[in-house]
């Protein structure tokens, strides 16, 4: 499989798995409270840091071994350590009536020892294999198990919830259930490569050979995931279940869906480095550098607006409840961003086979953590503001570790690196990223919208009805990307009529730069009253937002041409077809519907030239203006 393929597979499928989870978020806010969010939250941090133990971090060398029966050898190995690990804390749990919750002062029933345990060795396999899905390059695997994970997770917390068996339970029996399907699915591909029995002599072999990742890695992984992990219980143990239950809401909804491109991108890094880190570090050291800068250059002043708007945003998406969550999203914005844009890389000193190094710095970072925790114990927003800032910090050093010793270790100086077959590659790569980056933005923005507009909607489709007898929708085929047909929606503003033959074209040589479609300066009788309105504010524009979340077509390009106008494109003129229509475009701020062809051609023509998610930051703002001023909109 290409570079570019990988990356869009493991995308669309990590990106369509948080789609699920940010339409289910909103539900699950209003079906539990946040006390109940905080106690959920403190199970599946238990969960997070056993399973760091469970498999003595042997996991990370499947994607390494060559060998592929070697490797599930492995895999073997740390599904058995993985299932005793998680039997022996309920057997623990059932001699002596200890947990490892008793510490938060938390003290389970049976069944949520169970649930426990179960959710224990499901991670783990999960992991796992995840692991064994990179070493054989099964990609699309990975995508579809995750997304198949979080909508039966989802599913079920919010069936639990409505049905009130177990609700106490819900989120965690939610949890356990998406990650058992998940087992399932993963284990029957597993089964279908045979491999020879493994013997006690083998397990010690492969024990011996990767013996640095149980001395070294597990404790630095373990180290690693409690300074993550630990602030959570921490904060449930010092400010109590209720701002437990909201950080825990915020890690949920803000970084694991904003950080669907660093996930798959660290998916991505890891499987390709971890074949060329032997032989060519110059190759690793482009890569770790240019996906770092990617992703800053990217997401930072989107995150950043996203950040600074957070309060609001949650008390209309979630409640008020959940204000202060919002208020803790701003306090850790720093810490969430450094985490999106190092996550990529953060697995560099395992591929190096620096552990003792890792171990060190992970070290380092829980001892502040638990310091800062153990010192600040009376405003919870100032801590967790101090925190944010010593992990945001600590972050960053750990990626200008990983890059010095790339460089060093690989001889590399910058006049090397410019003639390195690589840079061509770098800049495909780069291309592809923009795309993966300005889906991404498309999913979570046209989800918001559907959620904020749907009042609006709903209010408008009434009036439309009310007014003149017939669809609320006005269904059109239109061309999209590389000259692709598809289905535009829009509010109905005119009169029920027939339209066949409407629109009939015989232009040889392209688009005349004279022609006009639309002609603001005359009145269309067939307009209703309230079409007239929707299109001067452009709200019969709002179906579009289903198109984008279908992937027809962008926030951001040009507007899509019915296909009796595309037909007729000069070879020219077919350039605006190669990025995805738009919602709103550059030549929509420039004078929307008051140009002729060839005016909007140029402008059209200047976004595809110059086409960088900064460009269409500035068409969405511009755009806002526009709407509000009314300007031409026919």
């Known amino acids: 499989m290409s570079i ?30 946040a006390a109940e969010f905080g106690i959920y939250a403190a199970y599946v941090t238990v969960i997070t840091i056993t399973v760091k133990v469970a498999s003595l971090g042997l996991e990370k060398a499947i994607p390494l071994e060559r060998n592929r029966v070697q490797a599930k050898k492995l895999m073997h190995i740390n599904q058995s350590l993985a299932i005793l690990i998680s039997l022996v804390i309920l057997l623990v749990y059932l001699v002596f009536g200890v947990s490892v919750l008793n510490w938060v002062g938390i003290y389970p029933a049976l069944w949520e020892a169970i649930l426990l345990s179960v959710g224990i060795a499901m991670t783990s396999l999960i992991q796992i294999y995840n692991y064994e899905n990179m070493n054989r390059e099964q990609y699309r695997m990975l995508a579809m198990t995750r997304a198949l994970q979080n909508g039966f997770t989802g599913l079920a917390q919010i069936g639990f919830a409505f049905s009130n068996i177990m609700k106490g339970l819900g989120l965690l029996l939610g949890d356990v259930i998406g990650k058992g399907i998940s087992v399932l699915i993963l284990s029957r591909v ?62 949920r909804v803000i970084i694991v869906p904003i950080s669907v491109l660093a996930i ?13 880190i032997g032989e060519n570090k110059a190759k690793v050291y482009e890569l770790y550098v240019s996906l770092t800068k990617k992703l800053a250059y990217y997401l930072t002043i989107p995150f950043c607006i996203f950040v600074f708007f957070a309060p609001p945003i949650f008390q209309v998406l979630f409640g008020e409840e959940w204000l202060l969550a919002g208020q803790l999203t701003q306090v850790l914005g720093g810490m969430f961003l450094t985490q999106i844009i190092c996550s990529a890389t953060s697995q560099i000193l395992y591929l190096m086979e620096r552990q003792k190094l890792q171990i060190v710095l992970e070290l380092i970072k829980l001892v502040l953590v638990i310091a800062i925790f153990g010192w600040m114990q009376r405003d919870f927003l100032q801590t967790m503001l101090i925190y944010g800032s010593v992990i945001a910090s600590f972050n960053l050093c750990l990626w200008f570790i990983g890059r010095q010793l790339l460089k060093s270790e690989g001889d590399l100086s910058l006049e090397k690196m410019r003639n390195e077959d690589i840079c061509s590659l770098g800049k495909q790569r780069v291309s592809w990223m923009t795309v993966c980056v300005k889906r991404l933005v498309d999913i979570i923005l046209s989800v918001i919208g559907i959620i904020l507009a749907m009042p609006i909607m709903l209010l408008t489709a009434l009036c439309i009805k009310l007014e003149d007898p017939g669809p609320v929708l006005f269904v059109q085929t239109r061309t999209g990307k590389a000259g692709k047909a598809f289905s535009i929606y829009k509010f109905r503003s005119m009169r029920v009529r027939e339209m066949s033959g409407e629109h009939e074209y015989d232009w040889e040589h392209g688009v005349p730069d004279t022609f006009v479609f639309k002609n603001v300066m005359e009145e269309n009788p067939n307009v209703t009253k309230v079409g007239a309105f929707i299109r001067r504010t452009s709200l019969d524009e709002l179906p579009q937002f289903f198109n984008v979340l279908m992937g027809n077509m962008s926030f951001i390009g040009p507007r899509p041409e019915i296909p009796a106008i595309t037909s007729c494109y000069s070879e020219q003129q077919r350039k605006r077809l190669e990025v995805k229509p738009g919602i709103t475009g550059w030549a929509q701020v420039n004078g929307r519907s008051s140009m002729t062809n060839g005016e909007k051609m140029r402008l059209d023509y200047h976004y595809v030239e110059n086409f960088s998610l900064w460009l269409d930051m500035i068409i969405l703002m511009r755009t806002v203006v526009v709407v509000l001023k009314s300007r031409d909109a026919v």
Do not use: C
């Open 264 to 276: 798959t991108l660290s998916q991505f890094f890891y499987s390709v480095a971890a074949k060329e």
């Open 4 to 33: 570019k393929k990988i990356i869009w597979t493991l995308f669309s499928g990590n990106a369509f798995a948080q789609l699920l989870m940010i339409a289910f978020a909103p539900i699950i806010a209003r079906l539990y409270t």
């Open 190 to 251: 597993s089964k279908q490569e045979v491999t020879n029995r493994i013997t006690w002599r083998d397990a010690l072999g492969l024990l011996s050979k990767y013996k640095h990742f149980i001395i070294f890695s597990m404790p630095a992984g373990l180290i690693n995931t409690l300074s993550l992990q630990l602030p959570l219980l921490l904060v449930l143990a010092i400010f109590g279940a209720n701002d437990s239950g909201q950080y825990a809401f915020v890690q």
